[in-house]
């Protein structure tokens, strides 16, 4: 049984920084990916960034490139992938996904429908 969960959401300004973080049990995705997705109030869930499972390559959504950026870590027990999101904005807010897939070819990584197993998502709220 994979178990994802993330932490690491809450309120902040405008401009300012949080860290999320996604701990994943269960298995490790050594040949994989993990990603983080974000549904806003009213709107579609989107990419927002992703990474392979050696840490080699990302993969940014451009409306939080240069803010953002993720990074994972397999020398745990469980595999972490963090995402700093920097610089941040009102319309950053929503609710922060954390999903990972066994196996994904470069040219879904951005798709949701890649991904086999969800967190249950953690809040962020930026505030103007």
């Known amino acids: 049984q994979v178990q994802l969960v993330e932490s690491g959401g809450g309120l902040v300004q405008a401009g300012g920084s949080l860290r999320l973080s996604c701990a994943a049990s269960g298995r490790t995705f050594s040949s994989g990916a993990m990603g983080w997705f974000r549904q806003a109030p009213g709107k579609e869930r989107e990419f927002v960034a992703a990474?392979?499972?050696?840490?080699?390559?990302?993969?940014?959504a451009d409306s939080v490139k240069g803010r953002f950026t993720i990074s994972r870590d397999n020398a745990k027990a469980k595999d972490t992938v963090y995402l700093q999101m920097n610089s941040l904005k009102p319309e950053d807010t929503a609710i922060y996904y954390c999903a990972a897939s066994s196996f994904v070819v470069r040219s879904r990584i951005t798709y949701a429908n890649a991904y086999d197993y969800w967190g249950l998502g953690t809040p962020v709220t930026v505030s103007s």
């Open positions: 990474i392979n499972w050696s840490g080699s390559s990302t993969y940014i």
